[in-house]
């Protein structure tokens, strides 16, 4: 036996989300193992040709069918276009139109793979739904649900799932969070499952690696404007707001300026009035901030305020230790050492060490 323990009941019916890469093609096999009904369902949530006609989710669900009938499961395809459309690509772009940086993958956990897709697999007598998410989930001694980073850290995709409620998690099982993404690679390889050597997928969901700024430029219209300095001098012009982010320092359109120090210049705001991107040059101080204010903070696990934690505010970041307290209908975090590009839109996580106890949009920051 190749598969590591999940501690859920046996001999159950789980639907399992497949994407048509190697992950949740190896998913299906462990829970198989496990001796569970696997039903593999593919999600159709975006339906788009590239510019040479061809659309990559027929590709991915082609794998689905390959793996599926190799393991023995059945497989379906159900089309989520319009609920991805409208509670995960709407937001996208209202967001962005207010100069903000989001996390759609965030959100389409919360409202697609794990509302929608749950509704549905509930449909078919589901007594669980399960995806390729390196995550792990335990009890605790209330009986509530705890979510836990994945074995690997390099894989570890808790931060995604940080928008969960306890009655999602309720229903899900996590088959891949006790593995290394090395240790599944070898299982598929060693059955043989087509997607074995497939390549991950990168960028953001319904993109994919396709042009940022010529995707988006079919959606949203892109209005140029005046790069200035701190001092609100003319520097050069920016393609659109939407393009650019806090921190940012490559693809500004200044590396050939003869302005200033000759150091590298970093995007530190977005003056959405003027339509202005304010670049500064050399000294970073200003991209520096004490904490951030979420509104709406989903918590997983109830925690007594002021709460000393950890927070991730981008998802490639180490820990930054913390303190969350809630004031008035807000929530405070303040970090140990001020934090370098926190940025409005983007999702801040909060851990106590392996547990993910929930996070929410960043809607300020504390300079």
Same mark, same amino acid.
């Given at each position: 036996?190749?598969?590591?323990?999940?501690?859920?009941?046996?001999?159950?019916?789980?639907?399992?989300?497949?994407?048509?890469?190697?992950?949740?093609?190896?998913?299906?096999?462990?829970?198989?193992?496990?001796?569970?009904?696997?039903?593999?369902?593919?999600?159709?949530?975006?339906?788009?040709?590239?510019?040479?006609?061809?659309?990559?989710?027929?590709?991915?669900?082609?794998?689905?069918?390959?793996?599926?009938?190799?393991?023995?499961?059945?497989?379906?395809?159900?089309?989520?276009? *319009?609920?991805?459309?409208?509670?995960?690509?709407?937001?996208?772009?209202?967001?962005?139109?207010?100069?903000?940086?989001?996390?759609?993958?965030?959100?389409?956990?919360?409202?697609?793979?794990?509302?929608?897709?749950?509704?549905?697999?509930?449909?078919?007598?589901?007594?669980?739904?399960?995806?390729?998410?390196?995550?792990?989930?335990?009890?605790?001694?209330?009986?509530?649900?705890?979510?836990?980073?994945?074995?690997?850290?390099?894989?570890?995709?808790?931060?995604?799932?940080?928008?969960?409620?306890?009655?999602?998690?309720?229903?899900?099982?996590?088959?891949?969070?006790?593995?290394?993404?090395?240790?599944?690679?070898?299982?598929?390889?060693?059955?043989?499952? *087509?997607?074995?050597?497939?390549?991950?997928?990168?960028?953001?969901?319904?993109?994919?690696?396709?042009?940022?700024?010529?995707?988006?430029?079919?959606?949203?219209?892109?209005?140029?404007?005046?790069?200035?300095?701190?001092?609100?001098?003319?520097?050069?012009?920016?393609?659109?707001?939407?393009?650019?982010?806090?921190?940012?320092?490559?693809?500004?359109?200044?590396?050939?300026?003869?302005?200033?120090?000759?150091?590298?210049?970093?995007?530190?705001?977005?003056?959405?009035?003027?339509?202005?991107?304010?670049?500064?040059?050399?000294?970073?101080?200003?991209?520096?901030?004490?904490?951030?204010?979420?509104?709406?903070?989903?918590?997983?696990?109830?925690?007594?305020?002021?709460?000393?934690?950890?927070?991730?505010?981008?998802?490639?970041?180490?820990?930054?230790?913390?303190?969350?307290?809630?004031?008035?209908?807000?929530?405070?975090?303040?970090?140990?050492?001020?934090?370098?590009?926190?940025?409005?839109?983007?999702?801040?996580?909060?851990?106590?060490?392996?547990?993910?106890?929930?996070?929410?949009?960043?809607?300020?920051?504390?300079?």
């Amino acid at each position: 036996m190749f598969y590591k323990e999940v501690g859920i009941n046996m001999a159950k019916k789980v639907v399992l989300g497949m994407s048509g890469g190697v992950d949740s093609s190896v998913a299906a096999l462990v829970l198989k193992e496990q001796g569970y009904e696997v039903i593999g369902v593919f999600m159709k949530n975006w339906d788009e040709k590239d510019e040479n006609g061809h659309c990559s989710a027929d590709d991915d669900y082609n794998d689905v069918i390959a793996v599926a009938e190799q393991i023995g499961i059945p497989y379906y395809s159900v089309n989520f276009v *319009k609920e991805y459309w409208d509670r995960v690509f709407e937001y996208f772009l209202s967001e962005l139109k207010l100069g903000r940086t989001p996390n759609p993958d965030v959100m389409c956990n919360k409202e697609i793979k794990f509302k929608a897709f749950l509704e549905y697999a509930e449909k078919l007598g589901a007594d669980y739904i399960a995806t390729g998410h390196y995550a792990r989930l335990t009890t605790n001694d209330k009986g509530e649900k705890v979510l836990l980073r994945g074995v690997d850290n390099n894989k570890d995709q808790s931060y995604f799932l940080s928008g969960l409620s306890q009655k999602q998690l309720e229903k899900v099982i996590f088959p891949l969070g006790e593995y290394e993404k090395p240790e599944i690679r070898e299982i598929a390889l060693k059955h043989n499952l *087509k997607t074995a050597k497939k390549k991950d997928s990168t960028g953001i969901c319904f993109i994919g690696e396709r042009n940022f700024k010529e995707f988006l430029s079919k959606y949203l219209p892109a209005i140029p404007g005046n790069i200035v300095n701190i001092d609100g001098k003319v520097l050069g012009k920016h393609t659109g707001l939407m393009y650019y982010t806090i921190g940012q320092r490559k693809g500004i359109g200044l590396g050939n300026s003869k302005d200033g120090t000759g150091e590298p210049y970093f995007v530190v705001a977005k003056d959405m009035d003027k339509n202005e991107l304010v670049v500064a040059q050399g000294d970073d101080s200003l991209l520096y901030s004490k904490g951030l204010v979420v509104h709406d903070l989903n918590l997983i696990n109830d925690i007594t305020f002021p709460y000393e934690c950890s927070v991730k505010f981008r998802y490639r970041q180490d820990d930054v230790k913390a303190v969350i307290n809630k004031v008035d209908n807000k929530y405070e975090v303040i970090f140990e050492k001020p934090q370098k590009a926190v940025t409005v839109g983007q999702v801040a996580v909060i851990y106590n060490k392996e547990v993910c106890l929930g996070g929410g949009i960043i809607e300020d920051i504390i300079k």
